[in-house]
């Protein structure tokens, strides 16, 4: 461990802030950035940020990682050593709207972000995928052994890309990557166009929540914390080539390069029915429930299998669902004065 600074991007964002506040609480500098960009209220984005203002080891940049020239900038300032790239542009709904979104954020930022790894000599970047990218995978659990070549979705497919992009710099640059592929995550200081938010928002206006799938939906809510404390413990722990990695029985979750991926997810997917009626019970009104088909990019479930981050860092995701809704909704009336 040193006192290099620790590069995490999206630091605005839902978890990008929880890491780096994470990070600063066990004194570790970080630099922050994130375009502060307007897919949903930066002022929650600047709230976040006043927050971590608040620690001395923390210094902010905005910008956008799409700029080649200012991210290569970025880099030759301060030779990162440690990269957390959680910049993104998310929401799988979106992507059917503005798909040149993604392609400017998603891998436009990621390839300039893996430009300045290799140039800086990176010894570990570890970046975010999604668990979309199972796409029209229904074997469940969901392993990250598993082939993903279907995704349902651009968002889906950029992260995807993602992936196939970090696997050949760390072929060809040696640089260790860690893809975590995320499962619903929610909590506090959350994304006002996630279904907790949406749902909770819509409870206590005493409007109707659109349920997609008639509401048979299953997803593996994942609370903050536990992918703050995954994440944490394998910033130190640089992927590393798989001496067991065939090229006859290819394993896509490792490599002979240093690449690895890891599912992050609750691994007890919970009923979108359920969560409807805890927000009820947490908020104590009742909801207003409007039934409807399922949406193009979406899928009915999932579920992740977490074996391998088990193994490898003796920690598995185990908020109760009901637990992380109840701290959700505290904070949610908290912050919004409802």
Wanted: contains cysteine; neutral net charge.
């Amino acid at each position: 461990m040193t006192d290099d600074p620790i590069l995490v991007t999206g630091a605005a964002g839902f978890i990008g802030f929880h890491v780096a506040k994470r990070l600063l609480a066990l004194g570790r500098p970080v630099v922050g950035i994130d375009n502060l960009n307007p897919y949903y209220d930066p002022a929650l984005k600047e709230a976040r940020l006043a927050l971590l203002s608040e620690s001395k080891g923390f210094s902010f940049v905005r910008g956008d990682l799409a700029d080649r020239d200012a991210t290569a900038e970025l880099f030759r300032k301060f030779r990162f050593q440690k990269v957390i790239h959680l910049a993104a542009q998310a929401g799988v709904r979106y992507s059917l709207i503005n798909p040149q979104a993604y392609i400017d954020a998603n891998i436009q930022g990621t390839i300039n972000i893996l430009e300045g790894c290799r140039h800086s000599q990176c010894k570990h970047l570890l970046f975010a995928s999604s668990s979309s990218v199972y796409g029209a995978n229904t074997k469940l659990p969901f392993r990250t052994s598993d082939n993903v070549d279907h995704p349902i979705s651009i968002y889906a497919m950029s992260k995807k890309a993602n992936e196939l992009m970090a696997h050949s710099y760390a072929h060809l640059f040696r640089i260790p990557a860690t893809g975590l592929r995320f499962f619903t995550v929610y909590g506090p200081w959350g994304r006002p166009d996630m279904a907790m938010w949406i749902f909770a928002e819509a409870i206590l206006a005493g409007k109707p929540i659109s349920l997609f799938n008639y509401g048979n939906m299953r997803r593996d809510f994942t609370y903050i914390d536990d992918v703050v404390e995954a994440v944490v413990r394998l910033v130190d722990k640089p992927a590393a080539p798989d001496p067991l990695w065939s090229g006859d029985a290819p394993n896509p979750a490792t490599s002979s390069a240093p690449f690895r991926i890891y599912n992050i997810g609750n691994n007890q997917p919970a009923e979108l029915l359920h969560i409807v009626d805890r927000l009820e019970a947490c908020i104590g009104k009742p909801a207003i429930r409007e039934l409807l088909p399922i949406q193009p990019g979406d899928v009915p479930e999932t579920y992740a299998d977490v074996d391998d981050l088990m193994r490898d860092v003796g920690f598995r995701p185990s908020t109760p669902v009901d637990t992380g809704i109840q701290r959700f909704v505290d904070w949610y009336r908290t912050y919004t004065g409802t």
